[in-house]
């Protein structure tokens, strides 16, 4: 089956960098994408990656490893604004988007 | 109006209710998506459109019935639903169906209660 993992809360303080972890196991792979969702809101599309390597977007960073089946989500000088869910979703080779549970991400002062 | 819109954002019915959830996007897109997201579990995709045909249907049970009378507007229909059916279910579109960086633009939601 296809499956992607991430984990379910993460806890970090205001001003601090954190990694959020997705792994994924599908049948094919035609991209990834990360978004953010605040709680009661729609989720926003943050990054897509396609190729190995790191994507840079400001604060944000996005990484991916297609032979380990692996990204990562980088948040740098995390503010309080940044507390929410952060959804890993990957297009599998039917162009499904097979999409992961979310990581609650709760930032302390 | 901007972006992707969903109404109502809040609804309450009963089991034996016929409701109906609208979405319309004004991005000029040719697909468009039903979601659905309960606590802690992935979204799971219900029905896709593309340029109003229907192209993808997860084994929705048939109390959920989708209509896309054109390429703006969704409609997902609503009879005799089940508590468990209870849950945020949310519409979005894309460009076009698939891979590349087809990303997707949600709709606020709209929050279900089955009572």
């Known amino acids: 089956g296809q499956n992607i993992d991430q984990p379910t809360e993460m806890t970090a303080t205001e001003g601090a960098i954190v990694q959020i972890n997705c792994t994924y196991q599908?049948?094919?792979?035609?991209?990834l994408f990360w978004y953010q969702q605040h709680a009661g809101e729609a989720p926003t599309f943050l990054s897509y990656?396609?190729l190995d390597g790191l994507e840079e977007k400001g604060r944000f960073s996005s990484f991916l490893s297609r032979s380990k089946g692996y990204s990562y989500l980088l948040l740098k000088e995390l503010q309080m604004k940044d507390s929410a869910s952060y959804l890993c979703?990957?297009?599998?080779?039917?162009?499904?988007?097979?999409w992961g549970a979310g990581t609650k991400l709760i930032i302390k002062p | 109006e901007t972006g992707v819109t969903q109404t109502p954002r809040h609804l309450v019915m009963g089991m034996t209710n016929k409701k109906s959830l609208k979405c319309e996007q004004h991005?000029?897109?040719?697909?468009m998506y039903w979601y659905k997201q309960s606590a802690k579990k992935p979204l799971e995709l219900m029905f896709v459109?593309?340029?109003?045909?229907?192209?993808e249907n997860n084994s929705v049970p048939s109390r959920f019935s989708p209509e896309c009378p054109n390429s703006s507007h969704l409609f997902l229909h609503l009879h005799t639903l089940q508590p468990e059916d209870s849950a945020l279910y949310l519409c979005?579109?894309?460009?076009?169906?698939?891979?590349?960086?087809?990303?997707?633009?949600f709709g606020p939601g709209t929050r279900l209660t089955v009572l």
């Open positions: 979005a579109s894309s460009q076009e169906i698939g891979g590349g960086g087809n990303e997707q633009f």
């Open positions: 991005l000029g897109h040719n697909a």
């Open positions: 459109y593309s340029l109003e045909e229907r192209v």
């Open positions: 599908t049948s094919g792979f035609n991209g």
């Open positions: 990656n396609v």
């Open positions: 979703a990957v297009t599998d080779s039917n162009y499904q988007l097979i």
